[in-house]
Each structure stands twice: as structure tokens, then as C-alpha cells.
Nanobody
Framework: QVQLVESGGGLVQAGGSLRLSCLAS?????MGWYRQAPGKQRDLVAR???????DYADSVKGRFTISRDNAKNTVYLQMNNLKPEDTAVYYC????????????WGQGTQVTVFL
């Protein structure tokens, strides 16, 4: 069982930046960020493997950067040029090799972008 703890959410004006962090209790193959706005499904934002292969949602390409420190079992999401439509609860998700979707979830952190 892997536990995930997120930090770094908050309130920011459009065009601003935030950095999210997710600490895992152990090493795991893939870690990523997902977001869920009110009344909508939870969607992938970005994910990264232990080998640092990445995958991004089209809506965040060029604005968000995911990175990972394997020694610290930590994944980061640098979010730049934030837009009101980025407002959501952001969840850290992780899975083992060969598993297509997250097996483990963090508690979520709120990101609110205002004009």
C-alpha cells in the first residue's frame, strides 16, 4: 500500500503560477496529477514514470511541467500561466508497472484561479 500526500494548492490570479508536490510513502512506477472540477469527471493532467517519460493533457501543454525526484519519491507539477478553467481539486495518483490507471490516490488539493 502506497500513501500519497499532496501540498501546494491555493488561490492565484489568472496568469500566475503554483507548484504542487506529492510525496509517496514508497517507490512506485508511475505518478501523476489529475483534476476534478465540480460536476465533472476526474481527468489526467500529467503523469511521469520512474524513467521520466511524460504524458500531458492537451489543455496544459506548454503551461504545466511535471517532474520527479525518485530519491525522494516525490512528483511536482509546476503550473504557469494559470487560467480560470484550471480551477479544480488536483489529485495525485500512482500505479505500479503494467497497471493502466492509478491504484492509489492522495486526498486532493484545491487550486482556484480568479480573474
Amino acid at each position: 500500500q502506497v500513501q500519497l500526500v499532496e501540498s501546494g494548492g491555493g488561490l492565484v490570479q489568472a496568469g500566475g503560477s503554483l507548484r504542487l508536490s506529492c510525496l509517496a510513502s514508497g517507490s512506485i512506477f508511475s505518478m501523476g496529477w489529475y483534476r476534478q472540477a465540480p460536476g465533472k469527471q476526474r481527468d489526467l493532467v500529467a503523469r511521469i514514470t520512474r524513467g521520466r517519460s511524460t504524458d500531458y493533457a492537451d489543455s496544459v501543454k506548454g503551461r504545466f511541467t511535471i517532474s520527479r525526484d525518485n530519491a525522494k519519491n516525490t512528483v511536482y507539477l509546476q503550473m504557469n500561466n494559470l487560467k480560470p478553467e484550471d480551477t479544480a481539486v488536483y489529485y495525485c495518483g500512482a500505479q505500479n508497472w503494467g497497471v493502466p490507471d492509478p491504484e492509489y490516490w492522495g486526498q486532493g488539493t484545491q487550486v482556484t484561479v480568479f480573474l
